[in-house]
Nanobody, 124 residues
Framework: QVQLVESGGGLVQAGDSLTLSCAAS????????MGWFRQPPGKEREFVAA????????DYLDSVKGRFTISRDNAKNTMYLQMNSLKPEDTAVYYC?????????????????WGQGTQVTVSS
C-alpha cells in the first residue's frame, strides 16, 4: 500500500513557474513507476508526465514538453513536477499516481494509487 500526498499548487500568473511535490509513504517507493495527471474544470483526467523507477525514462504530454520536468528522489520518497512558462490552459487539479510496476506509463488505468490532488490556477 502506498499513500501519496501532493503539495505546491496555487494561483500564479501566465508565464510563472511552480513546482509540485508528491510525498509517498512506504519503503518501496523506488519500485514504483510514477506519474502526474491533471483534471481541468469540466474535463476528464489526462496524463501529464511519467517517470520510471530510476528516473532514467520519462514521458510527457505533447503540450507540456519543454515546459514541464518530472523528477524523483528515491532517497526522499518524493516525486516532483517543475512547471515553467505556465499557461491558463494548464489550470487543473493535479494528481500524482503510483503503479505496481517500474516502467513509466501514460494511462490512468495503469496506476494503482492516487493522491488527493492539488489545485493549480493560472491567470492570464
Amino acid at each position: 500500500q502506498v499513500q501519496l500526498v501532493e503539495s505546491g499548487g496555487g494561483l500564479v500568473q501566465a508565464g510563472d513557474s511552480l513546482t509540485l511535490s508528491c510525498a509517498a509513504s512506504g519503503r518501496t517507493f523506488s519500485m514504483y513507476g510514477m506519474g502526474w495527471f491533471r483534471q481541468p474544470p469540466g474535463k476528464e483526467r489526462e496524463f501529464v508526465a511519467a517517470i520510471n523507477w530510476s528516473g532514467t525514462d520519462t514521458d510527457y504530454l505533447d503540450s507540456v514538453k519543454g515546459r514541464f520536468t518530472i523528477s524523483r528522489d528515491n532517497a526522499k520518497n518524493t516525486m516532483y513536477l517543475q512547471m515553467n512558462s505556465l499557461k491558463p490552459e494548464d489550470t487543473a487539479v493535479y494528481y500524482c499516481a503510483a503503479r505496481r510496476g517500474t516502467a513509466a506509463r501514460t494511462a490512468t488505468y495503469q496506476y494503482d494509487y492516487w493522491g488527493q490532488g492539488t489545485q493549480v490556477t493560472v491567470s492570464s
